[in-house]
């Protein structure tokens, strides 16, 4: 191999080994959350569609695979009911104070930590429009990871978005409804939350 002048294998190697680096830095965890999809059909206030709740990767702590997954819902929502997945089981229960939450759990070993998952989901969405959101726990064998962090401008101490951000979905107003702002922010997104302040301890 005929190396340009001033260079030597070792540069090349050095180079290649940067390339490396790059390319890990880049599929970070941290450039992949916990989503919502709406597949292309908007929400509409009182209307019922779907949405697919895709987990892009493991837990962040420990950084192992997926075994178990819940989405918690505030008292706003409507009926949810989720669709099956295969090498997944999944429960639905109503909260004591009219929340909800859908459970999926993995049957075998976890799902690898590269690999996302899907959990489509039939929504019956809030009957005001605003923007609503889906705290999300990721359980794993060694710990577990809260989708849940408000998503906010960036600060001289915290980036913009978060680690952790909390998975929302804009609700549109029904066609000639003056009820509700399709551009407001609905205060269910935390402060409604069914499970806020309940067997939350941190990420």
């Known amino acids: 191999m005929n190396l340009p002048v001033g260079t030597s294998p070792l540069f090349w190697a050095a180079l290649g080994g940067l390339v490396i680096i790059s390319a890990l ?3 970070s965890p941290a450039n992949a959350h916990a989503i919502i999809d709406l597949n292309g059909v908007a929400a509409v206030a009182g209307k019922t569609s779907g949405l697919t709740l895709e987990i892009q990767h493991g837990c962040l702590t420990g950084q192992d695979g997926t075994t178990q997954v819940t989405a918690f819902a505030g008292k706003p929502w409507g009926a949810i009911k989720p ?4 090498g997944w089981t999944s429960v639905s229960a109503r909260l004591a104070n009219g929340g909800q939450q859908i459970t ?4 075998g070993d976890p799902q690898p930590f590269g690999r996302p998952v899907f959990f489509p989901l039939t929504v019956n969405w809030p009957k005001s429009a605003g923007i609503y959101g889906l705290r999300v726990l990721q359980v794993c064998p060694s710990g ?5 962090t ?8 915290a980036p913009s978005p978060p680690l952790t951000p909390l ?8 066609p000639g409804s003056t009820a509700g702002s399709a551009g407001s922010t609905n205060a269910q997104t935390t402060a409604d939350d069914p499970n806020s302040g309940a067997a939350h301890s941190g990420h």
């Open 150 to 157: 408000p998503v906010s401008p960036a600060t001289a101490t």
């Open 83 to 86: 669709a099956a997945v295969i």
């Open 104 to 107: 999926w759990t993995i049957q």
């Open 167 to 174: 998975p929302q979905v804009q609700v549109l107003a029904r």
């Open 25 to 27: 830095v880049s599929s």
């Open 144 to 148: 577990v990871t809260w989708w849940d």
